[in-house]
């Protein structure tokens, strides 16, 4: 029911679309089409950064030190992750989309050393429309695989995937998305290409089917084969975050990317999915993500009948916050209604 609701979303317009809906003026497929797009700017990413960590106190390191890398942590670490997605069918209409709330929890492996295990414990959908959010469903927390982990110091990689959580697009976008590639050292501005692999909910069922809660059969799946979005990461700075009530303190890297898609379905039924994103990302030296948060414009255009064309523009709004920590370091929880 979730996955047909999303799928209506993503095609109401293919039989006609709303009269209201402006008519664009470059043809479907030419270069100058994502220029339409607008580039999310960093300067909004680091105010809500600021508005999130107002309990932690955030001041410049003048002499950065040490290299960004993740670790295993040998601890647990409680994260929550909210993912916004909105479209709007006309421009006189408010947007209409989904919300996911997602809390989860990364463990130390018991049965591996060198690996962790991310487990969801709450997933709640709800329905954005009209200005309101309705409740859409509630699913348990081993409704999805575990997710295997190990990391290089540079990335996470994915052993006995890939589930929906951290590498599928279903439902909701993956979690794989929060957790970029990190630069090969501490300088400050130093560049790195990340690309960030998705499948399709349809290539998750094989493993979903044998370590999570999808019971049903499944047809033949042919193997895994990923869309890959090619991303520049940039470190931007140190800084030392403080909590006040524990006097414990932290360096963290500040880290930003961005990447723009833009894919072409050609004729008899021509589409363009045309999009900009921007990530800012906040990584502590201790080597856990405290935050993430990534902001999408989005513009597809498509045409039904030959001469026809229609265009449809959304934003992605997602979020990721390390709400509990042995060291005390954390982000207040989100309000989920």
Not at 329 to 334: A, R, S
């Amino acid at each position: 029911m979730l996955l047909g609701f999303v799928a209506l979303m993503a095609t109401a317009c293919r039989g006609g679309c709303d009269p209201d809906l402006p008519v664009p003026s470059d043809p479907i497929g030419t270069e100058s089409a994502l220029a339409k797009v607008p580039a999310p700017e960093i300067k909004q990413l680091r105010s809500e950064w600021a508005a999130v960590s107002k309990n932690l106190s955030v001041r410049p390191v003048d002499k950065p030190s040490g290299d960004p890398a993740y670790t295993l942590s040998q601890t647990e670490l409680r994260y929550q992750a909210r993912f916004v997605q909105t479209n709007r069918f006309a421009a006189n209409r408010p947007p209409v989309g989904t919300q996911a709330d997602l809390a989860f929890v990364v463990r130390p492996d018991e049965k591996r050393n060198a690996r962790q295990v991310l487990t969801l414990s709450k997933l709640v959908l709800s329905r954005l429309a009209e200005g309101q959010q309705s409740l859409m469903n509630r699913q348990p927390d081993r409704s999805f695989a575990p997710v295997l982990l190990r990391t290089s110091g540079e990335q996470w990689m994915e052993e006995d995937g890939p589930t929906s959580l951290w590498s599928g697009f279903g439902t909701f976008p993956n979690l794989r998305r929060f957790f970029p590639t990190l630069p090969e050292d501490g300088e400050i501005g130093g560049i790195r290409a990340w690309k960030i692999l998705t499948y399709a909910g349809r290539s998750t069922m094989p493993v979903e089917r044998r370590r999570g809660g999808l019971k049903r059969a499944i047809p033949p799946t042919p193997p895994p084969a990923p869309r890959i979005d090619h991303a520049t990461v940039t470190l931007l700075e140190q800084m030392r975050l403080t909590s006040p009530s524990l006097k414990k303190s932290r360096r963290a890297w500040m880290l930003q990317a961005r990447w723009a898609i833009d894919r072409k379905t050609e004729p008899p039924r021509p589409r363009d999915e045309l999009a900009r994103y921007l990530g800012f990302f906040v990584l502590l030296d201790s080597g856990e993500l405290l935050y993430a948060r990534l902001v999408g414009n989005k513009l597809n255009r498509w045409s039904v009948r030959p001469g026809e064309q229609n265009e449809q523009r959304g934003e992605d709004q997602h979020e990721l916050r390390l709400v509990g920590a042995d060291h005390g370091v954390v982000l207040p929880p989100f309000d989920v209604k």
